[in-house]
C-alpha cells in the first residue's frame, strides 16, 4: 500500500514521537530519585572531679618544751584530678568538726580534739602562714590535672593539752 506523502509524513512524526516517549521513558524510569532527612548527632560531656587527700601528721607538741615559745609545722595536701574542664576551679576546706567558738567559714578557728582537751591550730595556702585556707574563697587553680596542692598547717606555740593523742577531720571540697 502506497501512502500519500502527507500521511507517509505523519505516520513518520508519529513512529518518532514514540521513540522520542519511550527513550525519555526510559531515561525518566533510569533517573536517580533522591529523598533526605536530617542525621542528629548529639554527644554529652562529662564533667568530673575526684578529690584525694593526704593527712597534715603534726608529730608529738611539746608543750613544755620546744613548743612553749615555737610553733608547730606540718604539710599535707589535696590532690585533685578533674576531665575536660577549662576555666577555673575552687578548692575549699571546711571548719573542721571541733570549731572553737566563733569559727565561721570565712574565718574559720580549728581545734584538734582528745575528749574535751583542744589545741589551736590552722590550715594555710602558703610556706608563709599569713593567709587561712577557708570554706569561701578556698583557693582558686586552673592548673592541668592531676594536681596536688600542699596544704601547710600549724600550731600555734604557747598551748597546754593534756597528753593523749588529738584528731581533727576536714572536709575539702572542689568546686567546678
Do not use: E
Not at 509524513?9 to 514521537?17: F, H, P
Not at 526510559?26 to 593527712?55: E, M
Not at 587553680?141 to 601547710?152: A, C, D, I, L, W
Amino acid at each position: 500500500m502506497k501512502l500519500s506523502p502527507r500521511t507517509q509524513s505523519l505516520v513518520i512524526s508519529a513512529m518518532l514521537a514514540i521513540a522520542l516517549a519511550c527513550v525519555c521513558g526510559d531515561r525518566a524510569a533510569a533517573a536517580p530519585r533522591t529523598a533526605s532527612a536530617n542525621l542528629s548527632v548529639v554527644v554529652g560531656v562529662s564533667i568530673t572531679c575526684t578529690i584525694v587527700t593526704s593527712p597534715i601528721t603534726f608529730g608529738n607538741y611539746l608543750a613544755g618544751g620546744i613548743n612553749a615559745t615555737q610553733p608547730l609545722d606540718a604539710t599535707g595536701g589535696v590532690t585533685l584530678n578533674c576531665t575536660s574542664i577549662g576555666g577555673s576551679q575552687r578548692v575549699t576546706l571546711g571548719q573542721g568538726s571541733n570549731p572553737a567558738p566563733g569559727s565561721t567559714n570565712n574565718n574559720p578557728l580549728r581545734r584538734v580534739s582528745q575528749g574535751t582537751s583542744h589545741l589551736n591550730y590552722n590550715l594555710y595556702t602558703t610556706a608563709a602562714y599569713t593567709t587561712v585556707w577557708n570554706n569561701n574563697t578556698g583557693i582558686r587553680t586552673t592548673r592541668n590535672f592531676p594536681q596536688t596542692m600542699t596544704v601547710y598547717g600549724r600550731i600555734p606555740a604557747g598551748q597546754n593539752g593534756a597528753a593523749g593523742i588529738y584528731t581533727d577531720a576536714i572536709l575539702a571540697t572542689i568546686t567546678f
